[in-house]
């Protein structure tokens, strides 16, 4: 089964989330990728502001201004690593000072998600977390116990990038790609230990919470969830 058309209609229409970019996953994969989709929808906490920029249309959600007030998007548990997902969301940080920001697969709520520099949960993704003297995007997993926590070597900010994350169960790996807002690789690992077992269910969580009195915002242009049809 080859990719969605730009009109597909398996993306959740209730937030407005655009299509990705056809260039966003490997033509090679065409005949073993099937689309997901949200099917299990997307929920908002902070409110879902349709949006509009030269980088295309984004949803903005918005926290509250008190410390620990959290924001962002999450689905409902929609994958695990043993359907060897391929997920991928275009994305922008719109603050980098005084906040901790997740975007991973994970089998956490939102709010405790980012709740935590090292959550109790099983997930895999990125981190800028303040709280933790992070200066670089954080590439990271975790099997419920132990965090692997890797340096991307690339500097946060707050530009349009691209993340990946592609697990495949029989390697018992993860991947992790960031790219930038043209979608060149800027970064890439593959991690084999502390990944979340294979039958654990996983939800999408893209989202902050704020570690001082100020309001944040999460910006979301596009998501997909991909899974390998020889599973």
Same mark, same amino acid.
């Given at each position: ?7 597909? *209609?398996?993306?959740?229409? /209730?937030?407005? %989330?655009?299509? +990705?970019?056809?260039?966003? +996953?490997?033509?090679? #994969? ?8 949200? &099917?299990?929808?997307?929920?908002? !906490? ?7 920029? *030269?980088?295309? !249309? ?18 409902? %548990? ?29 089998? %956490? ?13 099983? &997930? ?9 003297? #992070?200066? /670089? &995007? ?7 116990? !132990?965090? /692997? ?13 691209? +993340?990946?994350?592609?697990?495949? #169960?029989? *390697? ?21 230990? /502390? %990944? ?15 570690? #001082? ?19």
């Amino acid at each position: 089964m080859g990719y969605p058309s730009q009109g597909s *209609a398996k993306f959740n229409e /209730n937030v407005m %989330l655009t299509r +990705l970019v056809e260039s966003g +996953l490997a033509e090679s #994969d065409a005949s073993t990728l099937d689309i997901e989709g949200m &099917f299990q929808g997307i929920t908002s !906490t902070g409110g879902a502001v349709p949006t509009i920029d *030269a980088n295309g !249309t984004f949803v903005r959600s918005t926290s509250g201004g008190v410390s620990g007030d959290d924001t962002g998007l999450s689905s409902e %548990l929609t994958t695990r690593r043993a359907h060897n997902p391929k997920f991928e969301i275009k994305f922008k940080f719109a603050e980098i000072t005084t906040v901790r920001r997740w975007i991973v697969l994970t089998d %956490l709520t939102l709010a405790t998600q980012v709740a935590s520099d090292s959550p109790a949960g099983s &997930f895999a993704g990125i981190r800028l977390s303040t709280d933790a003297s #992070d200066t /670089n &995007f954080r590439f990271t997993c975790k099997d419920g116990t !132990t965090l /692997n926590n890797q340096d991307s070597g690339i500097a946060v900010d707050t530009a349009v990038h691209y +993340l990946r994350i592609e697990f495949d #169960d029989t *390697a018992g790996t993860v991947t992790l790609v960031l790219f930038n807002s043209s979608h060149t690789e800027q970064a890439r690992v593959t991690l084999t230990a /502390n %990944l979340p077992a294979a039958g654990t269910n996983l939800r999408i969580v893209s989202a902050c919470e704020t570690r #001082d009195a100020v309001a944040r915002t999460v910006d979301n242009y596009g998501m997909a969830i991909f899974k390998r049809s020889s599973i």
